[in-house]
C-alpha cells in the first residue's frame, strides 16, 4: 500500500498517492483552460470541438480542473473516513487519471466524435472515482460519508446533461446546468471547508500558544447548508425570482457563521490566510450576486454582467479554496507543523488578484477587456508558480496525515 513505498527523497512517485496526480492534474488544467481561449482568439484560431468556446471554458473549468481537484481531495480524505485504511495508489490511480485525460480530449476533439462517445468518454471520471469511494466506504461501513461517494455521481449526472443540452443545440439550458454544477461546488465548500477552516485554525492558534476560543456554531452552519440547497432547487427547477434574495441570504448567512472563527488572529499564517481569504470570497461573490440581482429587480440601474460575477466567485471561492486545501500537502515542516512554500504564497496572491480583476471588469466595462486579459494572465501565471512550490509533495515517502500537520494536544 502506500503507506508502505520506499522511496528516495529526490525521487518522483505520482502514482503514490491520489494527491500526487490529480492536483497538479487540476493546476495545469487550471493554466490550459483559460491559455487556450484568448490564445485562440489572438491567434485567430478555431478550437476544433463543437462546444461554444465559452461552453468548453465552463466544461473544462468545472469538470476538468474541478473534477481533479474533487477527486484529489476525496481520495486523500478517504482513509480517515474509513479508519486509517490505506490510500489508493497505482493501477487505479492510473486507470482515474487516464479517464480523465481523455474526457479533455473527448472536449477538445468533440467535432471527430460521435456524441455517444464523447458523452461517454466524458463522464467515465466520475463515474469510477464514485466506486472508487464507494467500495472502501462500504465495507468500513462509513455510511454517513457515502454523501460524498454520491457526489462525483451527482457532477457526472449534470455534465451529461449539460453536453446533451449542447448537443441538441440548447447552450443556455446547458450554462443553466454549469450553474447547477458550481452551486454544487459551493455547496461542498459550505460543508467541507466550514468545518476544515475553524478546525484548522483552532489547532494551529493552539501550537502557537494563543488560546482564543475559535467556535463553529452549528445554528449558523445548518441555516447556510439550508438556504444553499434551497437556492439549489429554485435553480434547478429555474425558478429566477428568488434566486436573487436567496443568494443575499446565504451570504449574509456565511459571514455569520465566520465569526467566531479569529479571522483576525489568522493573520499570522499564510496557510491560515489561504483558507480564510479564499472562503471570505463565498460570502463576498454571494452578498455582490444577490444585491444586484435584486437591485436589477426594483430598480433601472445598470449592473454588472451576470458572468463577471459568476467569475468573481468561481474563482475567488472555489479555486482559491481549492489552493488552500490542496497546498497543504506541500507544507509540511521538519518538525511536524505546517508551513506554507514561496510557491504558495505566491500562487495564492496571484490567483487572488486574478479573481479581483476579473470581478472589477464588470463594474468598469470601459476597460473590461484588458482587465479580462490582465486576470487571465494573474491566473495562469499564479497556477504555474503554485505547481512550482507543490513539486515538494511528489518526492519521498507518503507522509500522513497528508493534508494536516503536528496535532494540539493539551497538558
Given at each position: 500500500?502506500?503507506?508502505?513505498?520506499?522511496?528516495?527523497?529526490?525521487?518522483?512517485?505520482?502514482?503514490?498517492?491520489?494527491?500526487?496526480?490529480?492536483?497538479?492534474?487540476?493546476?495545469?488544467?487550471?493554466?490550459?483552460?483559460?491559455?487556450?481561449?484568448?490564445?485562440?482568439?489572438?491567434?485567430?484560431?478555431?478550437?476544433?470541438?463543437?462546444?461554444?468556446?465559452?461552453?468548453?471554458?465552463?466544461?473544462?473549468?468545472?469538470?476538468g480542473?474541478?473534477?481533479?481537484?474533487?477527486?484529489?481531495?476525496?481520495?486523500?480524505?478517504l482513509?480517515?473516513?474509513?479508519?486509517?485504511?490505506?490510500?489508493?495508489?497505482?493501477?487505479?490511480?492510473?486507470?482515474?487519471?487516464?479517464?480523465?485525460?481523455?474526457?479533455?480530449?473527448?472536449?477538445?476533439?468533440a467535432?471527430?466524435?460521435?456524441?455517444?462517445?464523447?458523452?461517454?468518454?466524458?463522464?467515465?471520471?466520475?463515474?469510477?472515482?464514485?466506486?472508487?469511494?464507494?467500495?472502501?466506504?462500504?465495507?468500513?461501513?462509513?455510511?454517513?460519508?457515502?454523501?460524498?461517494?454520491?457526489?462525483?455521481?451527482?457532477?457526472?449526472?449534470?455534465?451529461?446533461?449539460?453536453?446533451?443540452?449542447?448537443?441538441?443545440?440548447?447552450?443556455?439550458?446547458?450554462?443553466?446546468?454549469?450553474?447547477?454544477?458550481?452551486?454544487?461546488?459551493?455547496?461542498?465548500?459550505?460543508?467541507?471547508?466550514?468545518?476544515?477552516?475553524?478546525a484548522?485554525?483552532?489547532?494551529?492558534?493552539?501550537?502557537?500558544?494563543?488560546?482564543?476560543?475559535?467556535?463553529?456554531?452549528?445554528?449558523?452552519?445548518?441555516?447556510?447548508?439550508?438556504?444553499?440547497?434551497?437556492?439549489?432547487?429554485?435553480?434547478?427547477?429555474?425558478?429566477?425570482?428568488?434566486?436573487?434574495?436567496?443568494?443575499?441570504?446565504?451570504?449574509?448567512?456565511?459571514?455569520?457563521?465566520?465569526?467566531?472563527?479569529?479571522t483576525?488572529?489568522?493573520?499570522?499564517?499564510?496557510?491560515?490566510?489561504?483558507?480564510?481569504?479564499?472562503?471570505?470570497?463565498?460570502?463576498?461573490g454571494?452578498?455582490?450576486?444577490?444585491?444586484?440581482?435584486?437591485?436589477?429587480?426594483?430598480?433601472?440601474?445598470?449592473?454588472?454582467?451576470?458572468?463577471?460575477?459568476?467569475?468573481?466567485?468561481?474563482?475567488?471561492?472555489?479555486?482559491?479554496?481549492?489552493?488552500?486545501?490542496?497546498?497543504?500537502?506541500?507544507?509540511?515542516?521538519?518538525?511536524?507543523?505546517?508551513?506554507?512554500?514561496?510557491?504558495?504564497?505566491?500562487?495564492?496572491?496571484?490567483?487572488?488578484?486574478?479573481?479581483?480583476?476579473?470581478?472589477?471588469?464588470?463594474?468598469v466595462?470601459?476597460?473590461?477587456?484588458?482587465?479580462?486579459?490582465?486576470?487571465?494572465?494573474?491566473?495562469?501565471?499564479?497556477?504555474?508558480i503554485?505547481?512550482?512550490?507543490?513539486?515538494?509533495?511528489?518526492?519521498?515517502?507518503?507522509?500522513?496525515?497528508?493534508?494536516?500537520?503536528?496535532?494540539?494536544?493539551?497538558?
Amino acid at each position: 500500500m502506500a503507506d508502505n513505498v520506499s522511496l528516495n527523497q529526490g525521487d518522483f512517485q505520482i502514482w503514490a498517492a491520489p494527491h500526487r496526480v490529480l492536483f497538479p492534474a487540476s493546476y495545469l488544467c487550471a493554466v490550459y483552460a483559460i491559455a487556450c481561449w484568448p490564445l485562440a482568439a489572438f491567434f485567430d484560431f478555431t478550437l476544433p470541438s463543437r462546444l461554444d468556446p465559452g461552453l468548453w471554458h465552463v466544461h473544462e473549468m468545472l469538470f476538468g480542473f474541478g473534477g481533479a481537484a474533487l477527486g484529489g481531495y476525496l481520495l486523500t480524505a478517504l482513509p480517515s473516513w474509513t479508519g486509517g485504511g490505506p490510500l489508493i495508489y497505482g493501477a487505479p490511480l492510473k486507470i482515474l487519471m487516464s479517464l480523465w485525460g481523455l474526457g479533455r480530449l473527448s472536449a477538445i476533439f468533440a467535432d471527430h466524435l460521435w456524441p455517444w462517445l464523447m458523452i461517454g468518454t466524458s463522464i467515465g471520471f466520475f463515474l469510477f472515482l464514485a466506486v472508487l469511494l464507494l467500495q472502501p466506504l462500504l465495507a468500513a461501513r462509513a455510511y454517513a460519508k457515502l454523501g460524498f461517494a454520491a457526489f462525483p455521481l451527482v457532477l457526472g449526472f449534470l455534465q451529461l446533461w449539460l453536453l446533451r443540452s449542447i448537443l441538441s443545440g440548447d447552450p443556455w439550458l446547458a450554462m443553466e446546468y454549469g450553474h447547477l454544477a458550481l452551486l454544487c461546488f459551493l455547496g461542498l465548500i459550505i460543508l467541507i471547508g466550514g468545518r476544515a477552516v475553524p478546525a484548522f485554525t483552532r489547532n494551529a492558534l493552539a501550537l502557537d500558544g494563543d488560546d482564543a476560543p475559535v467556535r463553529n456554531d452549528i445554528a449558523p452552519r445548518a441555516t447556510a447548508i439550508f438556504i444553499w440547497a434551497l437556492l439549489t432547487l429554485v435553480t434547478f427547477l429555474q425558478w429566477q425570482e428568488p434566486q436573487a434574495a436567496l443568494q443575499l441570504l446565504l451570504g449574509l448567512a456565511l459571514l455569520w457563521s465566520m465569526r467566531h472563527w479569529q479571522t483576525c488572529r489568522a493573520l499570522r499564517s499564510m496557510l491560515l490566510i489561504g483558507l480564510h481569504f479564499a472562503y471570505l470570497w463565498l460570502p463576498t461573490g454571494l452578498l455582490l450576486l444577490g444585491g444586484t440581482g435584486l437591485a436589477a429587480q426594483f430598480s433601472d440601474l445598470e449592473m454588472p454582467p451576470l458572468r463577471d460575477l459568476l467569475h468573481g466567485l468561481s474563482i475567488g471561492a472555489m479555486s482559491l479554496m481549492i489552493m488552500a486545501i490542496s497546498g497543504r500537502a506541500a507544507a509540511r515542516h521538519p518538525d511536524g507543523r505546517m508551513q506554507a512554500t514561496g510557491g504558495f504564497c505566491i500562487g495564492f496572491a496571484m490567483v487572488w488578484l486574478s479573481a479581483a480583476l476579473r470581478l472589477l471588469a464588470g463594474f468598469v466595462p470601459d476597460h473590461g477587456e484588458g482587465l479580462i486579459y490582465l486576470s487571465a494572465g494573474a491566473w495562469c501565471l499564479g497556477w504555474l508558480i503554485f505547481l512550482w512550490g507543490f513539486l515538494p509533495a511528489l518526492r519521498g515517502p507518503v507522509q500522513r496525515p497528508i493534508l494536516s500537520g503536528k496535532r494540539y494536544e493539551s497538558p
